[in-house]
């Protein structure tokens, strides 16, 4: 059994400080997301040398102070800041607001939306469903990242031929539709309920439309070759771990990543790709810290592939993470020593573990008074759930600031401490698609 971002269940706890109206008014704008995050990316372009050493991002959303993945992607793919759960569109945009999410006002355009205008290619790459909310930030517009398939959508008791999911963005959305590139899992929400894919799982829609014939129609329409790799959804739902996947018939997100640059470098115009290791988030879920951590090693070997095919002087590849887990390194280990192993000590005389969850499903209780110390054995068990403080069946993700970082043409501003909606805007500026920041002539507000 696993879990995930889905069963995220957000706490009305008592504020400390209730946010002022003009607060919270100002913060459902896009201007007032994009002012701000214009103003960092300028201050940056007038930043001497040396003068900032370290890279840090604020990661926190609208409404919630620890993001999930669906408001992250809006600041980090859109630049803009909204609501725990929903994705490409503004704070105005209540978790299941349906007409909010339908206004264009509240709409919030993609760095994939920017380079299309521009006529330059975009794609992406995830080890999750495509559909999952990380790449639905390249693509969709949704009041609710449960929104995958249009039963997703009847779930909510709303109309999807109002409400569109966010299957049916990918096919027919403005920017979806135009993506070159699209890999990953999550076949099941393209299917109708009463198709029966290749690896006999049946699909998840309700409206009885196969989206993936409907995709090759489509492509067909627009006069466009496609090939077998744009739309290759590897499994019915996430893919698998690396650990557990076949590696004859499934890729690697390495193996993905290079695919889809190959296509990508076919336009002479320049492109935009995001790549996802999407299973690490899942893995510590479960607190699978063996399987987030080799996921982990998985999207570094994605990262190099895309160094090695690309050049420095032309390419900006910027790495980040969407958000924190509560998983810690603790502990003074020699050099040299098996992280998943014992740190020391403790104070009650019994072991001590180097890795540890603040919360999550590998909790154990006191037994007769002892504290629960794993062994050797089940710490060298990739299945195995690491101990935690409070019990909870799927562990949360954590808020602290994530790292930043960043090669190629404009890397340099990428420093210090930012709010996650600069960097879209960063990217922007450097890839000459901003509207707000075009990349000539560029002059210092007083
Ligand atoms: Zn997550």
Not at 11 to 27: D, K
Not at 395 to 400: F, L
Not at 406 to 425: C, Q
Request: proline share 4%.
């Amino acid at each position: 059994m696993s879990f995930s971002d889905d069963e995220i269940q957000p706490f009305p706890n008592i504020r400390v400080r209730e946010r002022s109206l003009r607060e919270v008014e100002a913060e459902i704008e896009k201007d007032f997301w994009k002012k701000n995050a214009i103003k960092a990316v300028k201050d940056r372009l007038y930043r001497k040398i040396n003068q900032s050493i370290s890279q840090r991002k604020l990661t926190y959303c609208v409404d919630h102070q620890t993001a999930d993945s669906a408001c992250s992607a809006t600041a980090y793919l859109g630049g803009v800041k909204a609501n725990l759960g929903t994705i490409g569109v503004t704070a105005a945009v209540n978790k299941k607001n349906c007409t909010a999410m339908n206004n264009a006002e509240n709409r919030v355009d993609s760095l994939a939306t920017l380079f299309q205008r521009k006529g330059k290619r975009s794609g992406f790459v995830t080890t999750t469903r495509v559909t999952h909310a990380s790449p639905a930030g390249v693509y969709a517009h949704t009041a609710n990242r449960q929104w995958e398939s249009d039963t997703g959508v009847l779930k909510s008791g709303l109309d999807p031929s109002i409400c569109e999911d966010i299957a049916h963005q990918l096919i027919f959305g403005d920017t979806g539709r135009n993506l070159q590139v699209a890999l990953g899992g999550g076949r099941k929400n393209f299917l109708p309920t009463d198709v029966i894919d290749e690896e006999g799982n049946p699909g998840k829609r309700s409206d009885h439309v196969n989206l993936i014939e409907e995709w090759k129609k489509k492509k067909e329409e627009m006069g466009v070759k496609y090939q077998y790799v744009w739309n290759r959804l590897f499994e019915p739902g996430h893919m698998k771990y690396n650990v557990d996947r076949n590696k004859d018939t499934e890729p690697s997100l390495e193996e993905m990543t290079e695919a889809a640059i190959k296509v990508l470098q076919t336009g002479d115009e320049g492109f935009f790709l995001f790549v996802e290791g999407g299973r690490i988030d899942t893995a510590h879920h479960d607190s699978w810290a063996h399987k987030a951590l080799d996921e982990t090693a998985e999207f570094s070997k994605a990262v190099q592939k895309a160094i090695d095919m690309t050049d420095e002087r032309n390419t900006l590849i910027v790495v980040t993470s969407d958000h924190a887990h509560t998983m810690s390194y603790a502990g003074y280990a020699q050099r040299g020593s098996n992280v998943f192993g014992y740190a020391g000590m403790a104070s009650d005389a019994n072991l001590y573990t180097i890795l540890n969850y603040a919360n999550g499903p590998g909790y154990k209780p006191m037994l007769e008074g002892e504290r629960y110390v794993p062994s050797t054995e089940e710490m060298n068990e990739v299945g195995f759930k690491w101990p935690s403080t409070s019990p909870l069946k799927s562990e949360t993700h954590g808020a602290d600031d994530v790292g930043i970082f960043a090669r190629g043409p404009w890397s340099h501003l990428f420093t210090g401490v930012m709010e996650e909606n600069v960097i879209p805007h960063i990217i922007a500026f450097a890839a000459c698609v901003s509207d707000e920041l075009p990349c000539e002539g560029y002059t210092k507000e007083a």
